[in-house]
């Protein structure tokens, strides 16, 4: 039988209680992986709580789980860790954020000076010509695209689609041009872009529409209406 | 090592794969010489590469590949070598893989902004994860990193109260439960479950690998204390000793403290309240007969295996689900590579 604690504090062990002591190491490392587990578990279980109060400040949980039960509930409720369930909550509404992010990042203003109305996230742009256009006439529209991102767009250009009226009658894509023909954006820095539609002879009047949109740069397109007389 | 030859090429490729990209993170312009050129320094001074190898390796063990994981690893093998160039400031330690620290060749200040700079680099690679893995994964990969980083944070303020303090009733449990914290969450936890997350884009029991982590980190950092203690310096890469001189409770002090006669326990602590620079070599040498005294060193040694063990039966239930193959067979194997390695 080995020393009691208090004979080992008293005097120093011997070589034969040390090699004693050494006998008991795979019990006293058993407990201390046992130690271990428990230990993880009390952490994990704090760090469920410091979760919770993370996630009452910042999102409507309920709100945020309604919007596809089948999905929360395979998701969530699989492996019964709540802490799953906190973390896909605050995930999800984050992934939302993030999202809405990069779509945000370049929006387009009409008008070539500083606009009075900013397009709202995620809807396209309008762009409406003023005065009417005739025939074998040109109109210009110039549009202000601000990039308010951290970083410079990708090198892009537009595009437009036919225009058509209500009643069918089409004004052909190749009828825009645009002026840059392709540009950059510096991070939060806003470029011009002049849109030149030439109207053809003998197009019917109308109110025609047509689609101007960037390549490289899905979010960033606007519709541009304008009336033949 | 004899034997763990494949752990180390695997490790290797993937350090080697995370230096290319932190390198690659480094601003072309200034300021250069006391900030840039510096924040290569400790990763080219070859790490294990432990953080980027269970990231990529669990990765690739859920059928993902390379190029989705190699951001997250980046950010984790950068985030490490920050904790690192803080960490020899907080210990005041002299050398760092074989080389002085940061702060002992360049001064507090540039080495305390050096690691800040990491830090913050760190967070470009997470952020360029968003066109790779969409916005959803990448932010359940930054929640994960947030979760590491002030879990390590933590962990350190635990361990640096404890030498400030000067405490020495400390337990088992206390050492545990700061080594969950300061070393297991950021070393392999947290890799572990970044590289299954984006594998299976969130599709598999990531609390799986917890306990599988934590065994194993546990391992590690008891390894390398004993390292610490009676590695060689050539291969270990810092002072022998060094934990003794800077009074950090390894479960080895805590061990001898718990076993201690009550007048060793009084001398024992008024070294460790004696500043580190007025500390004697003679005190230091007591200190190891103390350990050997008692064991302590065997005690780790045996702790260091059992959690191993623990390690490996966790291994087959965290990772059911991998694909047999170099991937699984690679992280079987470090769990045994963690305490028998000698740097």
Redesign the interface.
């Known amino acids: 039988m080995g020393p009691t604690n208090s004979q080992?504090?008293?005097?120093?062990?011997a070589t034969g209680e040390?090699e004693d002591?050494?006998k008991n190491?795979?019990q006293?490392?058993?407990r201390?992986?046992k130690?271990?587990?428990s230990?993880?578990e009390e952490?994990?279980a704090a760090?469920i709580g410091a979760a919770k109060q993370v996630e009452e400040k910042l999102f409507d949980v309920p709100k945020l789980r309604s919007g596809k039960p089948e999905e929360v509930m395979q998701r969530f409720r699989r492996?019964a860790?709540e802490?799953?369930d906190i973390?896909m909550d605050?995930?999800?509404g984050?992934?939302?954020a993030?999202?809405g992010m990069?779509e945000r990042a370049v929006k387009i203003r009409s008008g070539a000076a500083a606009p009075s109305e900013r397009m709202e996230p995620g809807k396209t742009a309008t762009v409406e010509l003023q005065q009417p256009v005739k025939g074998g006439q040109s109109a210009e529209v110039p549009l202000t695209l601000a990039n308010d991102s951290d970083a410079a767009t990708p090198e892009f250009s537009f595009f437009a689609t036919d225009f058509v009226s209500a009643s069918g009658e089409r004004i052909p894509a190749a009828s825009a041009t645009f002026n840059p023909p392709s540009l950059v954006i510096a991070p939060h820095a806003a470029e011009k872009v002049t849109v030149t539609v030439r109207v053809p002879e003998g197009t019917p009047a109308g109110v025609y529409s047509g689609l101007l949109q960037a390549n490289k740069l899905g979010q960033l397109r606007a519709v541009l209406i304008l009336k033949v007389e | 090592m004899a034997g763990f030859e494949l752990v180390e090429r695997y490790l290797s490729e993937c350090q080697e794969l995370a230096l290319a990209g932190i390198l690659a993170l480094l601003p072309a312009g200034g300021p250069r010489r006391h900030l840039y050129d510096l924040v290569g320094s400790y990763p080219q001074r070859g790490g294990k590469g432990l953080r980027p190898g269970l990231c990529i390796g669990t990765c690739r063990a859920f059928g993902g590949n390379t190029r989705s994981a190699l951001n997250s690893a980046i950010a984790l093998e950068l985030f490490h070598n920050a904790f690192l160039v803080h960490d020899d400031v907080e210990d005041g330690s002299e050398y760092r893989r074989g080389l002085p620290t940061l702060h002992a060749e360049h001064g507090l200040a540039i080495a305390v902004n050096v690691g800040d700079a990491m830090n913050v680099l760190s967070i470009r690679p997470l952020m360029q994860n968003l066109p790779l893995l969409g916005p959803e994964l990448t932010w359940r990969v930054f929640a994960e990193i947030e979760h590491m980083v002030r879990q390590s944070v933590e962990g350190q303020a635990m361990e640096l109260g404890w030498v400030r303090d000067n405490q020495c009733d400390l337990s088992e449990d206390d050492y545990l439960r700061m080594t969950l914290k300061k070393t297991c969450w950021y070393t392999c936890i947290h890799p572990c479950r970044i590289g299954a997350l984006i594998a299976t884009a969130g599709g598999c029991d990531l609390d799986g690998f917890n306990r599988f982590g934590y065994y194993m980190g546990a391992a590690f950092q008891i390894q390398d204390d004993l390292l610490n203690l009676t590695g060689d310096r050539a291969k270990y890469g810092k002072e022998i000793g060094g934990d003794i001189w800077e009074g950090k409770r390894t479960l080895m002090l805590i061990h001898v403290f718990n076993h201690a006669s009550p007048a060793e326990k009084t001398r024992l602590s008024r070294f460790l309240s004696t500043p580190r620079t007025e500390r004697s070599a003679r005190d230091v040498r007591w200190v190891y007969r103390l350990m050997d005294k008692y064991g302590s060193i065997e005690y780790a040694r045996a702790a260091a295996r059992e959690l191993a063990e623990g390690a490996l039966r966790e291994f087959q239930w965290a990772y059911r689900d991998a694909l047999p193959g170099p991937h699984k067979d690679f992280l079987e194997s470090i769990v045994l590579y963690m305490i028998q390695r000698e740097l």
């Open positions: 080992q504090e008293e005097k120093p062990r040390r002591a050494l190491f795979a006293t490392t058993s201390l992986v130690q271990a587990a230990i993880l952490e994990l760090g492996d860790h802490v799953v973390l605050v995930l999800q984050a992934a939302s993030l999202g990069a």
